[in-house]
């Protein structure tokens, strides 16, 4: 995070000429869009649409497809008595072959799942809406990085004002030092030292290009724009009066627990007995009708079909625990959600402390430049009648540089303050 205090203690310069204008929301808003995290709320939707696809594909009809072959020691047969009784009438028994082999398909439709596929829907839309939350705190953040590099270049610009200030005030007096000088009623020295104040300014607008380069370029890869031509606008900003905080993080607790109380619906579902209708086919031997494949060991085509019930009470056996881990998992959510509204309310309370005292200070910064003018002008006087030296002089220039700088200081840092609160409280 960018600290306004650290612009403070440099005074830079753009040199460059904005003829377009841009605001703070501008920014942020072309942050959040530029950000690459952004592409991921498409590749969860379409997730969503897929887990939805599958579950709904639940009712279909499931077809199973196999074929085997078996063979074994011992099958089926009829008693050798009525073997040989039946023989005697000219028809050969001799009983299942050993080996075995069919092709077929086994066919199930669901008529009724106890609700299994209704809470599959409700927790994947649920935890959906937890994945968008996380992914809203995630992007939030951008928009305090763009707030600090925006305010942290409005300083450097107010800075490069009051440098281009200061400049003028050297040169008119530098020119008129070396009238003085011509005269005979200035020294040399006094000519040198203004000549080198102005020098160093010189030096400072020269710094202040790479600079203003390098904090632009900054915000130019966040938005995804150019502001080599525009105006970052000093925003008007009002402190908000409601103080309830509406962030992301809030709506991402709510949609964790939302998520919990869909799969504690599941647990109920699962618990519930499952009807559904079957169907066997087969092709091969032996049949259905044992005693005709007993007799022959031709080929046949085989049907089953019926109704199924069924009921897993085992899931009974783990219910309460399974109830108990999600209610613990939702106090869990509830204590982090309250943490986090805890700490918000201090970082309000304290960031309402600050907009006051800022806005007390600021009450005699312009009683204070106004005086450090009138001192400089005094003193720019006083060195036409040779009662003061150019030593003198530069020292009321530059109280009154800083008296401008901080005025200019706290009037952005009152504007940082108010949105920093309207981050904190998403206003």
Request: hydrophobic fraction near 40%; include cysteine.
């Amino acid at each position: 995070m960018l600290k306004l205090y650290l612009f403070l203690a440099l005074s830079l310069s753009t040199g460059i000429h904005l003829s377009a204008q841009v605001t703070l929301e501008e920014c942020v808003a072309l942050a959040q869009d530029n950000y690459p995290l952004i592409r991921k709320y498409d590749l969860l939707n379409r997730t969503k649409e897929v887990n939805l696809s599958n579950i709904n594909k639940s009712w279909l009809p499931q077809i199973n497809v196999y074929g085997q072959g078996t063979v074994q020691n011992e099958t089926p047969s009829f008693p050798e008595s009525l073997a040989g009784i039946i023989s005697q009438t000219g028809t050969s028994i001799s009983g299942l072959n050993e080996w075995q082999y069919k092709i077929g398909a086994d066919v199930s439709q669901n008529i009724w799942d106890g609700g299994v596929s209704k809470t599959g829907r409700q927790i994947e839309r649920a935890e959906d809406a937890e994945r968008q939350t996380a992914l809203d705190v995630q992007l939030y953040a951008i928009r305090e990085r763009v707030e600090d590099l925006y305010f942290g270049i409005l300083l450097i610009e107010e800075q490069v004002e009051q440098i281009r200030n200061m400049q003028a005030l050297l040169q008119s007096n530098l020119a008129k030092l070396r009238t003085m000088h011509e005269n005979g009623t200035a020294m040399q020295s006094d000519v040198d030292m203004v000549e080198a104040q102005y020098l160093s300014t010189a030096q400072q607008l020269t710094q202040a290009k790479s600079a203003s380069r390098s904090y632009r370029m900054l915000l130019e890869i966040f938005t995804g724009k150019s502001f080599v031509k525009q105006e970052l606008m000093k925003p008007e900003a009002s402190v908000p009066q409601d103080l309830m905080p509406n962030r992301p993080e809030l709506r991402h607790f709510e949609a964790q627990l939302q998520a919990n109380e869909a799969r504690s619906a599941s647990i109920t579902a699962s618990m519930m007995p499952k009807i559904g209708l079957f169907a066997q086919a087969y092709y091969g031997y032996p049949g259905f009708d044992y005693f005709e494949s007993m007799m022959n060991r031709d080929l046949s085509f085989n049907i089953l079909a019926g109704v199924k019930v069924s009921w897993n009470i085992g899931a009974l056996y783990t219910k309460k625990n399974n109830n108990q881990k999600l209610r613990l998992s939702s106090d869990n959510i509830a204590v982090e959600r309250d943490v986090f509204l805890f700490n918000t309310n201090m970082q309000t309370r304290s960031q309402l402390d600050h907009i006051d005292e800022l806005k007390a200070v600021m009450k005699e910064n312009d009683r204070i430049v106004e005086l450090r003018a009138n001192v400089r002008k005094a003193a720019e006087s006083q060195l036409d009648n040779g009662v003061i030296d150019a030593t003198s002089l530069l020292t009321k220039l530059t109280d009154e540089k800083q008296a401008r700088l901080t005025a200019s200081y706290h009037e952005i840092q009152l504007l940082q303050s108010i949105y920093q609160l309207k981050y904190t409280l998403n206003k």
